[in-house]
């Protein structure tokens, strides 16, 4: 019977409450677990004990500070759009380009070009040096870019928006669990 | 660029503390302090003072988008006419959640934003959208795929040396 019950628990899927904490943590992820609570009718051992098994399931990845880089010295972020010469290996490439100095995201993509790489900018120079840098890793055909002036770190607040709202939508979508 | 924000000047032990945070905004002010070699009261003070300077606006949580049910996530550059309503455009963009970070651009791209959605469908979806408002000559999307390779810390946080 307890074997029963264990394996009951372990299939269930991320419930209402899980959303409403995930919902609260979007907004802001340095919560207290107290304070979350308090806004997702629970308590804090449920909301700290939810919270340790998203992490564990890979559900949430984890909780970085924001930070404005402007207040840094920062005045934008440079996106490179990189063609690859055919037929190479990517993983070498992306494993170069993520080592240079400032550089938060390579991915992937699909379309017209094979990588994007994202770099807050301090001024010219450092694109200079940015657009260099990129241009020695291995496998690069063509290196273009676009320079934003946004330097919210690491991704802009309406992000957390979008996934906070869609959290809420999702948790009132689900029935309530069961006490 | 941006207007010229007053810069903050920060040190070493400043540097130290953001680069721990970068990696766990939840971590204890205790265990910060071990690391950092201070007292926990110093790093309250350190961390207050950053947010009151408007260096630290907060926290982000990384989760999986999969949970959120967006399981597509692209770039979009676009191109403007040289008459565009830009401010007409962001309000457009403010509306939909799903269309995050836009932002005027310079380089190969006059517009940048990122679209999420919850699959191709509803990609192509929100990509006609913004075809279709006036101003915009050339969408070009990129679709992320495969993992990301995400480096936060790799962010160098300029600070003063000595003290």
């Known amino acids: 019977m307890k074997i029963l019950i264990f394996h009951l628990k372990r299939e269930n899927n991320t419930n209402k409450t899980d959303y409403l904490i995930l919902s609260e943590l979007e907004r802001d992820a340095a919560l207290s677990f107290v304070d979350i609570a308090k806004k997702v009718g629970a308590t804090p051992c449920t909301v700290k004990r939810r919270f340790e098994r998203m992490k564990k399931e890979g559900i949430i990845f984890g909780c970085r500070v924001s930070i404005d880089l402007g207040k840094l010295g920062y005045q934008g972020k440079t996106f490179l759009l990189i063609t690859l010469t055919p037929n190479c290996s990517k993983s070498e490439t992306i494993t170069y380009l993520s080592n240079i100095k400032n550089v938060l995201i390579v991915t992937q993509t699909i379309g017209p070009y094979d990588l994007m790489v994202m770099a807050p900018i301090t001024d010219l120079e450092s694109i200079q040096i940015l657009l260099e840098n990129a241009r020695k890793a291995p496998n690069i055909q063509r290196v273009e870019f676009s320079c934003v002036n946004n330097v919210d770190f690491p991704v802009s607040p309406n992000y957390r928006t979008m996934l906070s709202e869609k959290s809420h939508s999702i948790a009132n979508a689900k029935i309530d669990p069961q006490k | ?163």
């Open chain 2, 1 to 163: 660029m941006s207007k010229m924000n007053s810069i903050v000047e920060i040190d070493q032990i400043d540097n130290q503390i953001l680069h721990i945070l970068i990696q766990d905004a939840r971590r204890s002010l205790k265990d910060i302090g071990k690391e950092c070699g201070i007292s926990s009261v110093s790093v309250l003070n350190r961390v207050k003072r950053l947010r009151e300077l408007g260096v630290i606006t907060g926290a982000t949580l990384f989760a999986s988008l999969d949970t959120f049910g967006f399981h597509v996530v692209a770039s979009i550059g676009m191109e403007l006419d040289s008459d565009a309503n830009v401010s007409q455009i962001f309000r457009f963009f403010s509306e939909h959640t799903y269309l995050v970070e836009p932002s005027t651009s310079l380089g190969k791209y006059d517009f940048q934003a990122v679209i999420y959605a919850e699959d191709l469908t509803k990609l192509n979806e929100r990509v006609d959208l913004v075809k279709r408002l006036p101003g915009i000559k050339r969408v070009v999307v990129s679709v992320w795929s495969g993992i990301p390779c995400l480096n936060f810390e790799n962010i160098n946080l300029p600070f003063k040396e000595g003290k």
